[in-house]
């Protein structure tokens, strides 16, 4: 809890803490954003889950990039965090659209654009079912113990 005040802080904060006028998330426009559009192999450097919890603390439900890190990836899959990777153009037409409304459906995997054309993306199928059911691994492997249970018993163990 409270990674989201420290999201890019370098970045968004001066030395003496005030917000940094030119920094996109002091905005007013990027208040209440769910969707973070990222550079270029975002997630670079990120090794750990401190990275997606801050986003995730901070209100971001998905990462939008050309290209995301394979670890960051991972660590956001496991943490809630969706990471959507699209078309240089795609990408391109994002970030020249701040705060354009899209929609990422998980289920069929593909964002729709606000001119209705529709962009796929891949995810692992594990990750996926998990985001839709709201669970993590733990969550996944606590869900099944009375299959578990079950086959014990069978067994008589």
């Not at 998330?25 to 969707?35: F, K």
């Not at 209100?59 to 991972?74: N, T």
């Not at 069929?108 to 692992?124: C, K, M, W």
Request: charged share 25%; aromatic share 10%; proline share 6%.
């Amino acid at each position: 809890d409270g990674l989201g005040r420290k999201l890019f802080a370098d970045w968004r904060y001066d030395p003496s803490g005030k917000p940094r006028p030119g920094f996109v998330l002091n905005h007013p426009e990027a208040a209440g954003c769910t969707v973070l559009v990222a550079g270029r192999n975002f997630g670079c450097g990120s090794s750990r889950e401190h990275a997606p919890w801050a986003l995730v603390d901070y209100g971001f439900r998905a990462v939008i990039s050309s290209e995301i890190a394979d670890i960051f990836r991972s660590n956001a899959l496991k943490n809630g965090l969706l990471p959507v990777v699209v078309d240089e153009a795609t990408h391109r037409w994002l970030i020249d659209n701040p705060g354009a409304l899209i929609d990422i459906d998980l289920a069929s995997n593909a964002l729709t654009l606000p001119d209705g054309r529709r962009v796929g993306f891949q995810i692992e199928a594990f990750a996926r079912y998990c985001l839709l059911q709201g669970v993590d691994e733990m969550g996944y492997l606590r869900s099944k113990l009375p299959d578990v249970d079950r086959h014990e018993l069978a067994r008589g163990w």
